[in-house]
């Protein structure tokens, strides 16, 4: 259990911000279930998520890059999770699935070149001696633009993303889950994108630029 509880080179638990985001959010109870509930609103809030964020430099996937940013993916965004967990003590981990995304935006689609997001990130808390899943990648604000009722945690049962929408519309399926890991698997992370993507790692490639959420109100 050592490992889940030591800092990483991407899940930064020693950062400074880190440490100071995760005291400030931690909330006053010394149970660790309530803890970590604390803390996965506070991650799913105070960072925007937004997948045009992604870049090929590897210090993007840290924690505390996505506080220092205020927006990010879903990869930084449970790194920062995990990392706040283990400084408050709580075991942490991420996981790694490939998932396929019903309701994104012509936008992204067209970037991606596909509707399946591969590399999806999410944490595992271990709680009760068990391992416990969260998704805090979707903030409020756009599941509202997605229609979509917003992921709750109650510290017990896993929280993935809902199959369907407030309509019933298909919203997001898991294809392959490629498993729990320490840290962020650096080299099979990118060799696994650019598999999938080769568009995306060609010499030439410009900065994502953009904003889901924009995209979103735009539509």
Request: charged share 25%; proline share 6%; glycine share 6%.
């Amino acid at each position: 259990m050592h490992e889940y509880l030591s800092p990483g080179r991407f899940i930064d638990s020693d950062h400074p911000s880190v440490v100071e985001f995760a005291e400030k959010h931690r909330g006053s109870s010394r149970d660790p279930i309530e803890q970590a509930i604390s803390l996965y609103y506070a991650v799913r809030e105070a960072v925007r998520y937004n997948p045009y964020t992604f870049s090929r430099d590897p210090q993007t996937l840290c924690g505390s890059y996505a506080l220092a940013t205020g927006e990010s993916y879903c990869v930084p965004k449970a790194t920062l999770l995990a990392g706040a967990a283990r400084h408050c003590g709580i075991p942490a981990r991420i996981g790694l699935a490939d998932v396929r995304n019903h309701l994104s935006t012509p936008r992204l689609l067209e970037l991606l070149k596909s509707d399946m997001f591969a590399m999806h990130g999410y944490t595992e808390f271990y709680l009760q001696d068990r391992w416990v899943k969260a998704t805090p990648a979707f903030n409020q604000k756009l599941c509202e633009l997605f229609n979509v009722a917003p992921l709750e945690f109650d510290g017990i049962n896993d929280s993935v993303f809902h199959p369907f929408n407030r309509d019933g519309e298909k919203l997001m399926e898991y294809l392959v889950d490629h498993g729990q890991f320490a840290d962020v698997p650096e080299a099979f992370f990118f060799e696994h994108l650019e598999k999938c993507y080769p568009h995306l790692f060609g010499e030439q490639l410009l900065p994502l630029l953009g904003d889901m959420q924009s995209d979103l109100s735009r539509a």
